[in-house]
């Protein structure tokens, strides 16, 4: 009988997460132009000769924009090509960056990519890695509306897909010599900052139960 009481209130704690967690739906371009970028970026950096860019994704990478509004960095990401000014990107892949999910300052959760299609958002792992970006920066702390949002989203997003780590962008060298990683260029690495190691704490402590993993 305690069983199921306890396992009435686990649900209902569920339903409660689900429905507190609204995404809106504003996707950037994914035509032709962008799936054949994808599918070279798959090939050429991860190994990966695919028919469609589609993932099973793994991993969580979260992210700050460094700046800007919602509108601008949908603007960004919609974007099918690099700016010139980032040329150590560019000069891997055209293809431009982009995320899965961008928070916004008051834990306003949009949907840009599919998260089981390929999105540029972090070396060495984009073809199994979800990518949420967060508007702020180091000067623009985020938020604690954007650590609820972030640690809902990845609630939600763990029960649809087989991920098994969350991680911070600045965290993720420590895959570099791991079976995750895949990128044929050993040269190929940037060092990051973001989101910054408060607000993985924060997020990280609202989510102990679900036993994500930050290292291989
Ligand atoms: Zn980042």
Same mark, same amino acid.
């Given at each position: 009988?305690?069983?199921?009481?306890?396992? @009435?209130?686990?649900?209902?704690? @569920?339903?409660?997460?689900?429905?507190?967690?609204?995404?809106?739906?504003?996707?950037?371009?994914?035509?032709? /132009?962008?799936?054949?970028?994808?599918?070279?970026?798959?090939?050429?950096?991860?190994?990966?000769?695919?028919?469609?860019?589609?993932? #099973?994704?793994?991993?969580?990478?979260?992210?700050? #924009? +460094?700046?800007?509004?919602?509108?601008?960095? @949908?603007?960004?990401?919609?974007?099918?090509?690099?700016?010139?000014?980032?040329?150590?990107?560019?000069?891997?892949?055209?293809?431009?960056?982009?995320?899965?999910?961008?928070?916004?300052?008051?834990? #306003?959760?949009?949907?840009?990519?599919?998260?089981?299609?390929? +999105?540029?958002?972090?070396?060495?792992?984009?073809?199994?890695?979800?990518?949420?970006?967060?508007?702020?920066?180091?000067?623009?702390?985020?938020? /604690?509306?954007?650590?609820?949002?972030?640690? /809902?989203?990845?609630?939600?997003?763990?029960?649809?897909?087989?991920?098994?780590?969350?991680?911070?962008?600045?965290?993720?060298?420590?895959?570099?010599?791991?079976?995750?990683?895949?990128?044929?260029?050993?040269?190929?690495?940037?060092?990051? +900052?973001?989101?910054?190691?408060? @607000?993985?704490?924060?997020?990280? +402590?609202?989510?102990?139960?679900?036993?994500?993993?930050?290292?291989?």
């Amino acid at each position: 009988m305690r069983k199921i009481i306890l396992l @009435f209130f686990a649900n209902c704690s @569920f339903l409660f997460q689900a429905q507190n967690l609204k995404i809106i739906q504003k996707p950037i371009d994914y035509s032709n /132009e962008k799936i054949k970028l994808s599918l070279e970026y798959l090939k050429d950096h991860h190994g990966l000769d695919q028919k469609t860019p589609k993932t #099973t994704p793994k991993i969580i990478v979260l992210h700050y #924009t +460094a700046g800007g509004t919602i509108e601008s960095n @949908f603007k960004y990401f919609n974007n099918l090509y690099l700016e010139n000014q980032r040329s150590t990107l560019k000069n891997q892949s055209p293809l431009n960056v982009s995320a899965h999910f961008l928070v916004d300052r008051d834990g #306003t959760v949009y949907q840009l990519v599919d998260p089981e299609m390929f +999105a540029r958002h972090t070396i060495g792992l984009n073809y199994c890695a979800i990518g949420v970006e967060n508007i702020g920066s180091k000067a623009q702390t985020l938020t /604690e509306k954007q650590v609820d949002a972030n640690a /809902e989203l990845i609630r939600y997003l763990t029960r649809k897909y087989p991920i098994e780590y969350l991680i911070g962008h600045s965290e993720y060298g420590v895959f570099r010599n791991s079976k995750l990683w895949k990128e044929s260029n050993p040269k190929y690495f940037t060092g990051k +900052a973001d989101p910054g190691d408060d @607000f993985m704490k924060k997020v990280r +402590a609202k989510l102990t139960d679900l036993k994500l993993k930050s290292q291989p």
